[in-house]
């Protein structure tokens, strides 16, 4: 994400998604230097799905966390590093 970005930015973004079964985001790490573009910072969150009514599937998660990843895309500019 460009270096400007608040973290409350991202968690902002993560919220207006309105994914389902979303219980937690923590952001675990803040990385600059090599491999991260100029003007540009790593954030590293962990997501938690979870369900009380039935056991999330694989499609589950990964249709609600796509949904997160298109709001931080189109919000903050963000890129999903490889």
Avoid: C, M, W
Avoid at 44 to 70: M, Q, W
């Amino acid at each position: 994400v460009p270096e400007a970005t608040a973290h409350e930015a991202v968690l902002q973004a993560v919220k207006q998604a309105k994914t389902a079964n979303l219980e937690s985001v923590e952001l675990f790490d803040v990385f600059r230097g090599k491999g991260i573009p100029e003007g540009q910072k790593s954030l590293a969150y962990a997501f938690t799905y979870r369900a009380a009514d039935k056991t999330l599937t694989d499609a589950d998660v990964n249709s609600a966390h796509e949904k997160i990843l298109n709001a931080l895309k189109t919000q903050l500019q963000a890129e999903l590093r490889a």
